[in-house]
């Protein structure tokens, strides 16, 4: 019961690959036994980017959901949800938009590199600037105390905290405005209660592996050199047989060298010690083909792809019961996001209660 909640979230980009599945999910999987998780799917967030066309947005969303599923998220473990099913999560960024300096959005380190690279679209939008204080809303409508991230997020959650302290000293702290005191302190005393209505969320850091794709480059699906987590043995076995390795091992009869070899990373992250320690000698002592290596490397993919694709099909088979999953954690989602939107009205006194005009209770 007190467990220490952790929020996180996935834009909704359509089938996930290996790549995904170590940066992020495997991570997951091992934390709903330990945290109160939320996980959302931020279609909101992918209109920030890609509001042009939005008709993939719901299929896309599914197709995360099925992935979480396949790959070991619980619903008896954790809460997984979509952003757009809980509507608080829009109006507490509104709020949050009213008390958020411009300077501090435009300082965020990803929004001035998004700009900068992604030139096929117009990110010149209000809801392009302003994603980082849906991110705040997101995570702090939970009050979750961890926010699992990678290096690039931890600005964000920097932000997150910054907003969660202005409010608090705003509407909430032993400092807000003097209408409110008497509800701010211990009663008979002025000692103040310290009452926050937002905790400050902390990074976790992932330290996740960087997962070479088939052409060498860090794996991603816009890239083409991903390998998908629905991807049958045949395409997986067929992607690493061109994949690059270490340049040195031109001829057969070359010794390579695991530690430069994009194969040999992957060999890192999912096969046995045993299997390493015969890549290692058979590599650099020219013992093993390429050939070889892959197709073990392929097994050990194969390994944990297939208890995957398992789970996945009982849902694609009735895709329906994750349509359910995703309404039953959307609707616990909306009570704990309720809950946090009745003390942020108070705080700032506009709550939905009925409250008679001041003169007639004088
Ligand atoms: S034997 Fe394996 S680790 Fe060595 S270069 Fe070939 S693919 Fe890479």
Redesign the pocket.
Known sequence: MNKKRVLSGMRPTGNLHLGNYVGALENWVRMQDEYDCFFFIADWHALTTDYADTSHVKENSIDVLLDWLAAGLDPKKCVMFIQSHVPAHAELHLLFSMITPLGWLERVPSYKEQKENIKEKDLGTYGFLGYPVLQSADILIYKADFVPVGEDQVAHVELTREVARRFNSLYAGPYASVSMINDFYVPGTNIPRGKEIFPQPQSLLTPAPRLPGTDGRKMSKSYGNAIMLTDPEPVVRQKLKP?V??PA?IRRSDP???DL????DL?KIFSSPETMAK?YE??RSAG???I???SWVADAIVKVLNPMQERRRKYEDNPRLAWDILEAGSSRARDVAGTTMNEVRDAMSISLDYEPPKDSTQ
Not at 261 to 264: A, N, S
């Open positions: 994949m390795t270490d091992r390579g060298d695991p070899c994009p194969v040999g060999h890549v058979g590599c093993i083909g390429c070889e290596c892959k």
